[in-house]
Structure formats: C-alpha cells, structure tokens
C-alpha cells in the first residue's frame, strides 16, 4: 500500500482477525475440532504477511505448519 493507504484499516478500527486472504483453505470449514488455518504457502498468504510487516501491524492469522 502506498504511505498514505499504509494503516488506515487500524485508523478505522479494522478486526484483522476476522479477514482471510488464503487461496488454499481447509478441506473443512464445519470440523469445530479444527481451527480454520491459512496454508501460509499460496500467493495470497504470502503477500498478507508482507503487507502486515510492511505496515508495521500484527497479522492475527493462524498458519498451518
């Protein structure tokens, strides 16, 4: 994101915890046993955990592995 768009999802209060970006997901999302965990391997995860470092934000998401 650009300086200006970098942290405006903070200024608005954004619950990062409730987005997901993995292109890959659970086989299951109903198996309450298992949390729902981001492949952290697919294109999509990889460019959320450089957004989140670039923006100096925590990345609340749950990886497999």
């Given amino acids: 994101a650009c300086e200006t768009c970098r942290g405006f999802g903070r200024v608005l209060g954004v619950d990062y915890g409730l987005t997901w970006s993995c292109s890959d997901p659970p086989r299951s999302w ?3 046993s298992s949390p729902w ?3 952290g391997a697919c294109d999509s995860c990889r460019l ?3 957004g989140f470092v670039d923006a100096g934000v925590p990345d609340p998401t749950r990886y497999r592995g």
Avoid: D, E, F
Wanted: aromatic residues 0%; proline residues 0%.
């Fill in 48 to 50: 959320r955990r450089h």
């Fill in 37 to 39: 965990l981001a492949c």
């Fill in 30 to 32: 109903t198996t309450a």
